[in-house]
């Protein structure tokens, strides 16, 4: 299976800097490397590899204490979209997302199931099932 940790050696280990900004707010390099231990070299191959693949994007500068403020970067949550169905005897809903679980768009069914005897069959014989299905 391809993932991000097994695309290429620059890549190799992206999986975690991409989890840390992911899961929370945007981060600059150097909170990166403390976060993760990784050198600065390292973890900037690393960033270079998920911007240039769009799993994250440059954010916000963050504030100067004086020089150039450092950037900032996010987890881009538009860089892919999923497909989620749920399926179940009396149900269909089927939604497209984005990477934050955001529905873009999303269809559901039910099915309405009646069941009667065909007259002249005794109970112990199959019923015949009908229904009908709602789509929204």
């Given amino acids: 299976m391809l993932t991000l940790d097994t695309l290429n050696g620059a ?10 900004l992911r899961d929370g707010p945007p981060r600059t390099r150097t ?21 240039r693949h769009r799993w994250v994007l440059p954010a916000d500068e963050a ?8 950037a900032m970067f996010a987890f881009n949550r538009t860089a892919r979209l999923v ?7 009396t149900h269909e809903r089927v939604a497209i997302t984005d990477l934050g679980g955001t529905v873009l768009a ?7 199931t009646v069941t009667r005897s065909p007259s002249g ?11 009908s299905t709602s789509c929204t």
């Fill in 11 to 20: 890549t190799a280990g992206a999986g975690a800097l991409l989890s840390l």
């Fill in 31 to 51: 909170e990166l490397v403390q976060l993760t231990g990784l050198a600065r070299s390292t973890v900037s191959l690393r960033l270079d590899a998920l911007l």
């Fill in 63 to 70: 504030i100067s204490s004086g020089g150039r403020p450092a």
């Fill in 83 to 89: 497909l989620a169905a749920d399926l179940g005897v």
């Fill in 106 to 112: 999303e269809r559901a069914c039910v099915r309405r």
């Fill in 121 to 131: 069959r005794t109970p112990s014989q199959r019923a015949i099932t009908a229904g």
